[in-house]
């Protein structure tokens, strides 16, 4: 039990690690003013291998049809309908010019920082082509 505990710790902090290194790529390769991460104000807050983010201006459908090849992505929230933002981003109060451009991306274990790297330019680099 001790070591399985010790396992939890140490994937929750590389998870969170790699958590936060999409996000700031995301905002490096974007800008801040494209990026925003959905959720709890405080990263300790959030889910370790979760990172909701929405880019302002970008039709996350239309962008997971450009890289849905190369990177595994969620459009939106659990329960995103295809029609309609999210009543879930709704109730989060998510303006709806980052709403319709909301991503759902999960790390792990074995994800990588290269991984992250590379999903990450892969993104920004389509969504470029959104804005």
Same mark, same amino acid.
């Given at each position: 039990?001790?070591? !399985?505990?010790?396992?939890?710790?140490?994937?929750?902090?590389?998870?969170? @690690?790699?958590?936060?290194?999409?996000?700031? @790529?995301?905002?490096?390769?974007?800008? @801040?003013? #494209?990026?925003?991460?959905? *959720? /709890?104000?405080? /990263?300790?807050?959030?889910? /370790?291998? #979760? %990172?909701?983010?929405?880019?302002?201006?970008?039709? $996350? *459908?239309?962008?997971?049809?450009?890289?849905?090849?190369?990177? !595994?992505?969620?459009?939106?929230? #659990?329960?995103?309908? +295809? +029609?309609?933002? $999210?009543?879930? %981003?709704? =109730?989060?109060?998510?303006?709806?010019? %980052? =709403?319709?451009? +909301?991503?759902? %991306?999960?790390?792990? /274990?074995? +994800? #990588?920082?290269?991984?992250?790297?590379? &999903? &990450?330019?892969?993104?920004?680099?389509? !969504?470029?082509?959104?804005?």
């Amino acid at each position: 039990a001790e070591y !399985a505990c010790k396992c939890l710790r140490d994937n929750q902090v590389h998870c969170e @690690k790699l958590r936060g290194r999409l996000l700031e @790529k995301l905002s490096i390769h974007l800008g @801040k003013e #494209t990026v925003h991460a959905h *959720g /709890p104000k405080s /990263p300790k807050d959030r889910l /370790p291998n #979760t %990172l909701s983010v929405g880019l302002r201006n970008v039709h $996350s *459908g239309e962008l997971l049809g450009s890289i849905g090849h190369k990177v !595994a992505a969620s459009a939106g929230a #659990t329960c995103h309908s +295809t +029609t309609s933002v $999210s009543s879930v %981003l709704q =109730a989060m109060r998510i303006p709806n010019d %980052l =709403a319709r451009g +909301t991503l759902r %991306l999960s790390v792990g /274990p074995k +994800t #990588t920082m290269v991984d992250v790297d590379r &999903a &990450a330019l892969i993104i920004a680099k389509a !969504a470029n082509k959104h804005l």
